[in-house]
């Protein structure tokens, strides 16, 4: 049997460029001021970190990505511009017409 819903389209390249672009910004700096602000590491202008802090932030932007894509089905600026809906708990993903997904007979 084939399934009669059309596959949803994807969204544009720039939008997806564009969320990956602010979700790196957004984590870089509230990430990395975060942790200088936690070890001693603010300056006037910001934040300079260097060390075990810097491959902390490094460590911090790629699980935010990998558990915004993987794991909670995207990441904030997709999910907060509407770039990427998906729900935040996994569902099998269960065909129509097949034994497992009809309803028990009586």
Excluded: E, H
């Excluded at 509230?30 to 460590?59: M, V």
């Amino acid at each position: 049997m084939s399934n009669d819903q059309p596959r949803p389209l994807a969204k544009p390249f720039w939008r997806r460029g564009l969320a990956g672009l602010l979700d790196f910004i957004t984590v870089f700096f509230g990430g990395g001021y975060a942790i200088g602000a936690a070890t001693g590491q603010t300056t006037k202008d910001g934040f300079n970190l260097t060390g075990a802090p810097a491959l902390l932030l490094f460590a911090l932007i790629v699980a935010y990505f990998y558990l915004g894509w993987k794991v909670l089905g995207g990441t904030l600026w997709q999910r907060g511009a509407r770039w990427r809906r998906r729900p935040l708990c996994r569902t099998p993903n269960v065909r129509r017409g097949t034994a497992a997904s009809a309803p028990a007979r009586p």
